[in-house]
């Protein structure tokens, strides 16, 4: 989630909604990765079992764009999943 997808990993994303863990790059990163890979909407599970409020897009004037649907949850809720 922190890198860009290579060819093979855009085909599986594209149209999709997408679950990542949390860490080694911001929320902000994985969303846009994941927008760019054409993901519908993208799930990050925390690594921890609480619950913050994330970076967004309007902390920077709206230089990043979100277009696609996305939720932090907990680590307990993605051992769920």
Known sequence: GCVDYNIEETKLIEGNI??????NCT?????????????KGIVIWSNEN?????????????????????VL???ENGVEL
């Open 73 to 75: 949850i907990t680590y």
């Open 27 to 39: 929320f902000v990163d994985k969303v846009l990765k994941a927008q760019q890979a054409g993901a």
């Open 50 to 70: 609480y619950l913050f409020q994330p970076a967004s897009a309007a902390e920077k004037n709206d230089i990043w764009k979100f277009e696609i649907p996305c």
């Open 18 to 23: 997408i679950f990542v863990k949390r860490g």
